[in-house]
């Protein structure tokens, strides 16, 4: 991971010089700059962790280059969007496969055509929408990858919405030829289509997904539109510019606002640049793929959101991702008390 500052720590711990080397650096440092500290004594580790905790400056990433440790946090922490305040468990995502008719340049799963399909599976999802129905799940995302890529997505479709309302993530590319017709199979009151679309134009849109991509996608919203769907319209941005001029092309198209997704490019999977996120940066969301279950969509892949590999019984991930949210919590609480000083 790159960052905006680098700083060569040598043999110093917090026992010999580190804590006013950091300040000084913070104070030179903007708000979501990337801190990166390189090392050579690994006992920094767990302090620096414990340091990133309670000054809420999250520690994104630690690795091992030529034999010295890197250490990346971030200065400052993300706003929590409204609603985030939903309970753990309450709404589940689904990684239905992770190939992709796409190859975006800041996708956060790395998808794309040659990306091995990874699927879950009709079988799998059949059984996981039953028993979230049974775990009060109030809503249900199927994502991937591309999930209309798959033959059999309107029966997955179908089995989830059964449990509850389902919205489906979609490039919106592939409603063409036997694809319309897993689209027409889907029932209307109890699926909706989340379609992406960066910009009000072509360009912004294209550079990240591909020459024409913009042109197919709005044929496609038209297409869902006119077979019955709620459409909602979901923008991946870079910056608050960007975020504003799509927000104007939303009122000029009369876009409700449930229907109204924008949000940062996250810095995982392929992206280059965009917002570093860390575990403690997110309230989990229970996500599962055919790889186990993750804490959150946003990095359905990477080793420091995986919960656990077992997805069954539903009840006992669920609970995993329950008991790792309370370590988080209670891990916070104990740093308040370490360091409350009367
Ligand atoms: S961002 Fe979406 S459309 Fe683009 S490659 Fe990733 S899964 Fe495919």
Not at 139 to 157: K, M, N, R, S, Y
Not at 210 to 216: E, L
């Amino acid at each position: 991971m790159r960052a905006d500052v680098e700083l060569d720590i040598g043999r110093k711990t917090f026992a010999s010089g580190l804590l006013p080397e950091l300040i000084a650096v913070l104070r030179h440092s903007r708000p979501g700059d990337l801190v990166a500290l390189i090392g050579d004594d690994e006992s920094v580790g767990p302090e620096l962790e414990t340091w990133c905790r309670f000054t809420e400056n999250p520690l994104l990433e630690t690795t091992i280059e030529d034999g010295r440790r890197r250490w990346i946090f971030r200065y400052g922490g993300i706003p929590a969007p409204a609603g985030d305040d939903r309970p753990v468990g309450s709404r589940l995502w689904l990684y239905t496969n992770f190939d992709c008719n796409l190859h975006c340049d800041y996708c956060c799963v790395r998808s794309s055509p040659n990306a091995p399909r990874r699927e879950l599976g009709l079988a799998r999802i059949q059984r996981i929408a039953r028993e979230a129905a049974t775990l009060g799940v109030k809503e249900i995302f199927v994502t991937g990858g591309e999930p209309f890529l798959l033959e059999d997505i309107a029966g997955i479709l179908l089995a989830c919405a059964a449990a509850a309302p389902t919205t489906v993530l979609t490039n919106g590319m592939l409603f063409a030829g036997r694809r319309t017709e897993s689209l027409r199979a889907l029932t209307r009151d109890r699926i909706v289509l989340q379609i992406s679309l960066d910009s009000a134009t072509p360009d912004l849109h294209d550079l990240h997904r591909g020459p024409g991509t913009w042109a197919r996608t709005r044929q496609g919203i038209q297409f869902a539109r006119a077979e019955g769907f709620r459409v909602r319209l979901a923008a991946t941005v870079s910056t608050d510019t960007e975020a504003e001029e799509f927000r104007q092309f939303l009122d000029e198209e009369r876009i409700a606002a449930e229907d109204r997704v924008i949000r940062r490019i996250a810095l995982r999977g392929s992206a280059s640049e965009g917002v570093a996120v860390s575990r403690a940066d997110l309230v989990p969301e229970v996500t599962i793929t055919a790889d186990g279950v993750y804490w959150h969509p946003v990095g359905a892949e990477d080793a420091d959101l995986l919960v656990t590999r077992d997805i069954f019984p539903l009840s006992e991930s669920f609970a995993a991702v329950r008991r790792a949210f309370d370590r988080e919590g209670e891990h916070a609480n104990k740093l308040a008390r370490i360091f409350n000083c009367a």
